[in-house]
DNA sequence: AGAAGAAAGTTGACGCGTCAACGAAAAAGG
DNA sequence: CCTTTTTCGTTGACGCGTCAACTTTCTTCT
């Protein structure tokens, strides 16, 4: 079997597959962060990154951060009632609408942020300096690029 | 709280953030191959990458497999007793290895990788085509030179 | 005002991805 | 040789990410 093939993909293909490259990569990055957090600050990703959300935009309702991020929504409520429960986030209830709430750092869930947050942009810089300015740009074009074919792709397939 | 932020993340940060663009990115494009091969195929991803290494490789052993990609070893194990339980590939133990064994399609899993294998290819092929030709070759010099940084990453933080 | 529809959040199920622990077998090296 | 180390595969645990079902509340429309 299998080797009776007809010229498909060659044995150095897979590194050319994009979406292959971009899972690897991807994968490698969350695991690098998942690890550095963990040790730095006894965090999960998702919870550094609500943390960075409400740093970036203050008091913000679920809905919101689901908003802006892409995240789902299941996973974005799930995250908040552990940092809920382990006291670094509090629920201030919405008056102008019931189903909602807001979130915001306690003292303590801002302390954890600003002890994490040095190192993770330590990191972020050493990602950014990996790449020439010019090639930096492209790759955010591509980036771009990439989610827009996304948006119509499983139409056109 | 959270309002009296020192500068640190704009409103529009989490769109430069690089390893957030990546992430959202890779994390749309493997729902959608996961929506399509289930569609398509009725199997998984990870079982639709398993078939591409065997296509690409002929009849392999998992460690083989775990060197090629990167992949878990225990995801491939797992990956693959799914595989061999609904008779998509079959297992021959190794003369030489007696604690490895090759894996290689059977018929019914070459034909199930053959039907899902067009819509795929054309999946690939509007990725690429999203991008210039001289994008492209940037993304993937990107790729590399990225994965080169996550090497010793962790030592300079 | 009342009914229909949409939005917010919660929860359960499932696949992906990593890590660590383990037993069996092979390789290395004294 | 025979001990030590390494490799191979399996398994359990946990977090990420998606999807769907469901409840509550709000909005819209007539």
């Known amino acids: 079997m299998a080797n009776d093939r007809h010229t498909s993909y060659s044995a150095e293909a897979l590194p050319k597959l ?6 690897r990569l991807q994968a490698r990055a969350n695991a690098q962060a998942a690890r550095i957090l963990m040790k730095h600050a006894g965090i999960s990703l998702s919870e550094w ?11 913000i309702a679920p809905a919101e951060i689901v908003r802006l991020t892409q995240f789902d929504k299941g996973l974005v409520s799930r995250t908040i009632k552990k940092l809920h ?4 986030v509090r629920i ?3 008056e102008s609408d019931h189903r909602s709430h807001l ?3 306690t003292p303590q869930g801002f302390a954890l942020f600003e002890r994490a947050r040095p190192i ?3 990191r972020q810089k050493l990602f950014r300096d990996a790449l020439e300015p010019e090639e930096l740009e492209v790759l955010f074009r591509a980036f771009d690029k990439l989610d ?10």
């Open 85 to 88: 429960e382990n006291g670094m």
């Open 49 to 59: 990154r609500i943390f960075v959300i409400i740093e970036t935009n203050g008091k």
């Open 103 to 105: 979130i915001d750092f």
């Open 18 to 23: 994009m979406t292959f490259r971009l899972s």
């Open 92 to 94: 201030e209830n919405s």
């Open 120 to 122: 993770m942009r330590r």
């Open 148 to 157: 827009l074919a996304l948006d119509d792709m499983e139409d056109k397939l």
